[in-house]
């Protein structure tokens, strides 16, 4: 049975303040023996307990408690009245609840998240480009999700934040209608780029021949090029012309973007990239002792080793070398797209919308990030072999665009309809613009790297402003609110526009003040609904929101209008028209972020002692945050059972996570559905490396915190600490294991009642390390023991030893055990419907409506999943139950 929190009662005076009729003399006689005046075990004593809003969440424990078997506890007698008590106590409750939703309803009012907030934005003003989620303050969270209104607070931090945001967003849509740009085509050769060619020869901070760039032509060395005895480029060769690299671009001395070219006004593009593996020799300088730049101010300092590359030595490529694009702007990188260099030259395309004066990332992702130890300058590549070490060669990069459609000046056509736009000299709207380069500036280097936008002051003409701010105003209104506007709300924002107009501020500054104003107003930020059945628009805004985790579009707004939409064959049509749009994917990441936690996904680090072969290796972490992404996209996509959260026969790999999850034959750098050996131990999503990672802390793992994680997000049951219980600390020394500490902590009976229920579930997952690798041994660093031999993807030698060995086994609180985590899904399997597919369906009514399942909410989580059992509780066929029910079609 799943343990919630019940709904919060505010100011409801219940009818009953005693107990209700016949629960104190069972509590009496079966109860009050432990949890009496005296010492009351758990600090709870039922000998005075009355019947409150305060006290509800006792009472739903006391009757949850009982109906489970677990109280009275084992080897004392069950009561004889147990029924007609559990009967009394769920009555009452009921009643509570059902009166408290019937007078405020289940949900309260709320905000928008900043999720939310960010995609209303974006879709209101038509700039899909536009990243300000992460500008706005911390979103509370409330039963483990961002949408109760509970945890969505507005402090004056927030309110200064919508302001500035809001006309952030409003002055990048004028700066596309500024600019607007021809579509044009450039194309950067890599002999062109001087991130590249400047990168050929040692400058401070930058003299391991591994860092640097080399000239290629048709996978052969250039020799005279590099040595600067022959031109950088030949115009009879121009095309066929590389850069080669044997490393990541990223490292702690700097990699290389494409300066040359810096996105002129943001929109779409289409972005093409030409290169090819390369293989090259080893042998080469280990180290330059840097005398300045150019080929002429070097000298060798070490002398030459295998592990090192020969650049005067280059061969075509083994094997295809997996490629990411990033966008890249004031030292922050975001990925784009993969694609595979081939042996061969191929050109590979991707389209994406850039914002103005970002650049361009190309990263050859499975080459080692070189990192310097602080105290040893060595590292090495762990890909070199006594036969050499793989590369890339890149070509050059081609950007086209912007691309344009009748999407692109959609945000400005929005906020001034066809009203000319022109540069002012004096008054206006500072626009962002990309400033012209200076004198000189190639457009790149080590030494340029400052942003280049400026503000350019803006002015719109109207012959009749007064009138044209009235009209643009009202319909600027009527797409930013969810709802019709009040007409008192209209004047009122017209009002400002007055003020600030009459003031000497300027249409166009004067009619922003005003938008400001609408974007940071209830009506745009807060979800209203009134208590009782949810209207058109109130029930079109919920939909959206679950399913878009933006506001309704104009045919869900129609709908609503029209009265439609409480049609059940006409919310079912627009609940698949929702899930099966490309904005889809902001409710499955959104939803993965809280209920999954993979926003956390950042929150540590890998100890570089233990663990350095993931450090630096955000290759791997991208492809494990995608992995479930995809997955749960499947899972609504395809309507698959709720099962497949505990065990499926397929998942979604790249090359790089096949590796981490030893599985063969998978090669490339994008992910796809692969079936999983039978016997494998992935599957489902607990044993997800991203899973892994986000439930460790870098360092260690804990069972307890796995256990809680399983407990709570995959099995439904809340679990909570008592106060000021420390944690189990792991012992990395490697002298004892952490199930060794648990049993120490188990022994005392105020710690075994919630730890022989979250740890098993832990245990289970203790084959998996920090990242999610499997593993039979833990692993340990102590002076005195010889470490393991190896190299880490950043290029510096394994630190750790193997210690104890790993047990994975255990037994289940409620019966079962399991000897590792397959035998431990099977047990979880046998449970579908109690747990697993009741979990699902919690999770998703919490998430949709902003509010707990309450205890009086029980009887519709059971009518909804009857409604979907002769699909084994189909993913998706949850989601139409769930939006058909009354919990999601009422306040």
């Not at 009203?419 to 340029?448: C, E, H, K, M, Y």
């Amino acid at each position: 049975m799943n343990r919630v929190t019940p709904l919060l009662l505010l100011g409801c005076q219940l009818a009953l303040a005693a107990p209700p009729p016949g629960a104190e003399p069972f509590l009496r006689q079966n109860c009050v023996s432990c949890h009496g005046p005296a010492k009351p075990q758990a600090g709870l004593d039922l000998s005075k307990l009355d019947f409150q809003p305060t006290n509800l969440a006792t009472w739903i424990k006391i009757h949850d408690r009982v109906a489970a078997g677990e109280m009275p506890p084992k080897g004392m007698p069950r009561p004889a009245a147990q029924a007609p008590f559990l009967k009394t106590v769920a009555t009452a409750i009921t009643q509570a609840e059902t009166t408290a939703a019937a007078q405020s309803g289940r949900a309260g009012l709320r905000r928008l998240n900043a999720y939310e907030y960010e995609n209303a934005i974006r879709d209101l003003l038509a700039v899909p480009w536009l990243r300000i989620k992460d500008k706005l303050p911390q979103d509370g969270i409330a039963h483990r999700f961002n949408k109760a209104g509970a945890a969505l607070d507005v402090s004056h931090v927030q309110m200064a934040r919508y302001l500035s945001t809001a006309q952030l967003a409003m002055r990048e849509a004028i700066a596309v209608k500024l600019v607007h740009p021809p579509t044009t085509v450039t194309r950067v050769y890599a002999r062109q780029e001087p991130t590249l060619t400047g990168n050929m020869w040692p400058r401070e901070g930058n003299t391991r021949t591994d860092r640097m760039s080399f000239p290629v032509l048709d996978s052969r060395a250039q020799p005279e090029v590099r040595a600067g005895r022959a031109p950088l480029s030949n115009p009879e060769t121009k095309d066929r012309e590389a850069m080669g690299r044997v490393s990541s671009i990223f490292s702690d001395a700097g990699g290389f973007s494409w300066t040359s070219f810096r996105v002129p006004v943001a929109g779409r593009y289409r972005i093409k990239v030409k290169g090819y593996s390369i293989w090259v020799s080893g042998g080469g300088i280990d180290h330059w002792n840097f005398t300045g730049f150019g080929p002429e101010k070097t000298a060798y300092l070490y002398t030459p080793r295998h592990e090192r590359p020969n650049s005067d030595e280059v061969w075509p490529g083994r094997r295809n070398e997996p490629i990411a694009v990033y966008a890249q702007s004031s030292g922050q990188s975001r990925p784009l797209g993969e694609f595979d260099f081939l042996p061969e030259p191929t050109e590979h395309q991707i389209e994406a919308h850039l914002a103005a004066n970002e650049v361009i990332q190309t990263d050859s992702m499975r080459l080692f990030r070189t990192r310097v130890n602080g105290t040893e300058l060595e590292y090495i590549n762990p890909l070199a072999t006594p036969e050499g070490m793989p590369g890339v060669a890149f070509q050059w990069l081609e950007v086209e665009g912007p691309l344009y459609d009748e999407s692109s000046t959609a945000g400005y056509k929005l906020l001034f309809d066809n009203l000319p736009l022109r540069r002012s000299q004096d008054t206006g709207i500072p626009v962002p613009t990309v400033a012209p380069r200076p004198p000189g500036d190639a457009g790149g280097g080590f030494r340029n790297r400052a942003p280049r936008l400026q503000d350019v002051l803006v002015e719109v003409d109207t012959k009749q402003p007064r009138e044209d701010a009235r009209r643009l105003l009202r319909a600027f209104l009527a797409q930013a609110y969810r709802a019709p506007a009040d007409p008192a709300d209209e004047q009122r924002f017209f009002q400002l526009f007055e003020q600030q107009f009459a003031a000497g501020r300027g249409f166009a500054k004067s009619l922003l003040a005003a938008y400001t104003a609408v974007l940071s107003s209830p009506g745009f930020l807060y979800v209203q609904e009134a208590p009782g059945k949810l209207a058109g628009h109130a029930l079109s805004t919920r939909l959206a929101l679950f399913l878009w985790n933006s506001p309704p579009d104009a045919e869900l707004r129609s709908l609503a209008a029209a009265g439609r939409l409480s049609n059940p064959t006409v919310l079912r049509a627009q609940t698949e028209r929702l899930l099966n749009h490309p904005k889809s994917t902001r409710f499955v990441e959104a939803f993965s972020d809280y209920w999954l936690d993979l926003r956390k996904i950042d929150d540590t680090s890998p100890s570089t002692t233990l663990y350095n072969d993931y450090e630096l290796d955000d290759p791997l972490k991208l492809a494990a945050v995608e992995e479930t992404r995809l997955f749960t996209a499947e899972l609504f996509r395809r309507n698959l059972p709720a099962r497949t959260v505990i065990h499926s026969d397929f998942t979604f790999l790249n090359e790089r996570l096949a590796r981490h999850y030893g599985i063969p034959g998978v090669t490339g750098a994008n992910l796809r559905r692969v079936t999983l050996p039978p016997d494998s131990v992935r599957g489902g999503l607990m044993t997800q490396a991203s899973i892994l990672k986000v439930t460790a802390n870098g360092t260690t793992t804990s069972p307890v915190l796995r256990g809680v994680w399983i407990m709570e997000r995959i099995l439904g049951f809340h679990t909570a600490p008592p106060p000021g219980v420390p944690a189990v600390e792991p012992d990395i020394r490697g002298a004892v294991t952490i199930r060794q500490q648990l049993d120490k902590h188990r022994a005392d009976p105020s710690c075994a009642s919630c730890h022989r229920k979250i740890d098993p579930p832990g245990f289970a997952l203790e084959s998996f390390d920090v990242f999610g690798g499997y593993r039979t041994r833990y692993r340990a660093a102590v002076d005195d023991a010889k470490p393991e031999p190896g190299v880490g993807f950043s290029g510096q030698r394994f630190a750790f030893h193997y210690a104890l060995p790993v047990d994975s086994a255990g037994a289940l609180d409620g019966g079962g055990s399991f000897q590792d985590i397959r035998e431990f899904k099977k047990l979880l399997l046998a449970k579908e419907e109690q747990t697993v597919a009741r979990n699902l369906a919690t999770q998703l009514l919490v998430y949709s409506t902003g509010a707990p399942v309450s205890f009086a909410n029980r009887a519709q989580v059971d009518q909804i999943l009857l409604r979907t059992r002769a699909s084994q509780y189909g993913v998706r066929d949850l989601v139409h139950s769930i939006v058909q029910s009354p919990l999601f079609q009422s306040k």
